[in-house]
């Protein structure tokens, strides 16, 4: 079975420039959750989604962040504009009954 | 603020020995309680799960856990080089789950 699938694994960008990260989670999950890992913060939830729907944005760090999720296989996740201290690996992880989370394996972005 | 604490080693053992790994938690509700594995530049993977106190086995990796002292522990017996890798902490409430910081574990031949 195909695990969870992110793009792209590697951006680079300028400061200032839209960045969009995709995820598409294990078939048949109902939870899907966006991470950010850095080696000061460690691993960070931004924000996760029952159902497509939203349930907890708190950890999304300010506005220049947002994510959707407009059906069971598809989410996005958007800096606008983008900052330096954006840089990290961004996971994204889905689960079935949002327990055991199973993690796909990151978008490396670096901001300059 | 619930907070899932390690000591980030690095923890070196030899090839062969118990590897004991340690995690303690803040939010006394917590119900539920993960171990990850990441290898360098990977993404973390789910090894253990466990919800009651007392241990759970699975192969060479036990956890155990402690409710009334806040404490979860992943032992991993015989260890090899190919468990050398960062041992991430994961508690869950409300969904939420989160991490300690990881404990970087070298197994040396």
């Known amino acids: 079975d195909a695990g969870v699938i992110q793009s792209p694994r590697h951006e680079v960008t300028e400061m200032g420039q839209e960045v969009t990260l995709r995820c598409k989670p294990i078939?048949?999950?109902?939870?899907l959750f966006w991470y950010r890992q850095t080696m000061m913060r460690g691993l960070e939830l931004l924000i996760y989604?029952?159902?497509?729907?939203?349930?907890?944005d708190s950890g999304m760090p300010e506005d220049r962040f947002s994510a959707k999720m407009p059906n069971a296989s598809f989410s996005t996740l958007k800096i606008q504009p983008s900052e330096p201290r954006d840089s990290a690996v961004y996971f994204c992880?889905?689960?079935?009954?949002?327990?055991?989370?199973?993690f796909g394996p990151g978008t490396r972005l670096t901001v300059l | 603020q619930k907070e899932v604490e390690q000591n980030s080693g690095p923890l070196s053992v030899p090839e062969g020995a118990i590897a004991s790994l340690n995690c303690t938690y803040s939010d006394r509700v917590s119900q539920s309680f993960f171990w990850y594995r990441q290898y360098s530049g990977k993404s973390p993977e789910l090894i253990m799960s466990?919800?009651?106190?007392g241990d759970k086995e699975d192969g060479r990796f036990t956890a155990q856990l402690n409710k009334a002292s806040q404490y979860v522990s992943l032992l991993i017996r015989d260890s090899q080089p190919s468990d050398s890798a960062t041992y991430l902490c994961?508690?869950?409430?409300?969904?939420?789950?989160?991490f300690g910081k990881g404990t970087l574990l070298t197994v040396n031949p």
């Open positions: 078939s048949g999950h109902d939870y």
């Open positions: 989604f029952n159902n497509n729907v939203p349930i907890d």
């Open positions: 466990i919800y009651s106190n």
């Open positions: 994961a508690v869950i409430g409300n969904y939420k789950l989160t």
């Open positions: 992880a889905s689960s079935f009954g949002g327990e055991e989370q199973f």
